[in-house]
């Protein structure tokens, strides 16, 4: 079956710190992989996605690289700042539903202090 | 582009009563939308698919009398939480996808705050 796993918050980091956020996947076949961003109060944002394997999807500064070998989109960004504070969910889409069938891991709560 | 609104944001009811969350896709037309709900500090559950005209598709062990879900046009989708009690109160959120054939991606709202007293 299709899961995600990452990895457990809450992270808690300094401002220009770095970060990663480990994400691993279970699938059949070949998914696409995303990141989404909630920021407090608000709904899920797509941060990046990538769809075939060696990808890297990158946007505000984060990125992530499919890697198919190790089942893996891990999350990084090389300095963060106080506006990152979120929670990062990774996720990905059965190939053979697309998006209809979207699986999320359970969310890792970033929280970057001054 | 791709923006997704819900309303309203927050709503506070009494147990017993019906509540309806409005979804909308503001710049697209969105061939089917996606209900969840999420619990604090938990991952997102999917509740419900529904396509434009035809009745949704629910999850294992979601109610469909209780939650039910209307999807009359490209733009709009309802959930009705139908004689709310206290443990409904959850985040809802809505998401949808093009109908242009993009449909690897889901766009979200940005969640209904439901609390029932």
């Known amino acids: 079956g299709n899961s995600v796993t990452q990895m457990e918050g809450p992270v808690t980091l300094s401002e220009e710190a770095f970060l990663t956020i480990n994400c691993t996947y279970t699938a059949t076949g070949y998914p696409s992989l995303f990141w989404y961003v909630q920021y407090p109060g608000e709904g899920l944002q797509l941060l990046l996605k990538?769809?075939?394997?060696?990808d890297k999807g990158s946007n505000k500064g984060f990125e992530a690289t499919y890697r198919k070998e190790t089942t893996s989109f891990h999350l990084e960004k090389g300095s963060v700042q106080v506006s990152d504070s979120a929670v990062y969910f990774c996720a990905l889409s059965d190939p053979q539903t697309g998006a209809n069938n979207l699986f999320f891991g359970t969310g890792t709560r970033l929280t970057v202090i001054p | 582009g791709a923006v997704v609104s819900q309303h309203p944001s927050w709503v506070i009811c009494k147990s017993g009563t019906s509540v309806k969350i409005e979804c909308r896709s503001l710049d697209f037309q969105a061939t089917t939308m996606f209900w969840y709900r999420q619990f604090p500090k938990q991952s997102l559950m999917l509740m419900a698919t529904s396509n434009e005209g035809s009745k949704a598709t629910y999850e294992q062990g979601v109610e469909k009398d209780k939650f039910l879900i209307n999807h009359a046009s490209l733009t709009l989708s309802t959930l009705t939480v139908t004689s709310a009690h206290p443990e409904d109160s959850s985040f809802y959120i809505c998401s949808a996808t093009h109908s242009s054939g993009r449909t690897d991606t889901q766009y979200f709202g940005p969640g209904t705050r439901l609390t029932v007293l």
């Open positions: 990538a769809t075939k394997a060696d």
